[in-house]
Nanobody, 124 residues
């Protein structure tokens, strides 16, 4: 059974940092683009970042450019999201997913195998 498990969330003050991990099991996703999305209370799930299978191409939402860094370790079947200079508006549940369809990288409908997510709360 394919499973993605996110970890690393928590409560942090504004300006702080967190590193999220997304571990895949059940199969390898080393040949797939992987993405991170987040969902704040009462809002739709939004794109955060994505990375190609080789790690050679990364894409970020404008709201996190220069502060977040996505990376991956295919040997560990794990994707990471380093989050620096966190802001209260970064608060939400962060999910990772596998890009399984064509279309825009920031379109959540082209992703699947969603994990349960990890809560990130940034206090002001």
């Amino acid at each position: 059974q394919v499973q993605l498990v996110e970890s690393g969330g928590g409560l942090v003050q504004a300006g702080g940092s967190l590193r999220l991990s997304c571990a895949a099991s059940g199969r390898t996703f080393s040949s797939y683009t992987m993405g991170w999305f987040r969902q704040a209370p009462g809002k739709e799930r939004e794109f955060v970042a994505a990375i190609t299978w080789s790690g050679g191409v990364t894409v970020y939402a404008d709201s996190v450019k220069g502060r977040f860094t996505i990376s991956r370790d295919n040997a560990k079947n794990t994707v990471y999201l380093q989050m620096n200079s966190l802001k209260p508006e970064d608060t939400g549940v962060y999910h990772c997913a596998v890009r399984i369809g064509g279309g825009n990288w920031n379109d959540r409908n082209v992703y699947g195998y969603w994990g349960q997510g990890t809560q990130v709360t940034v206090s002001s």
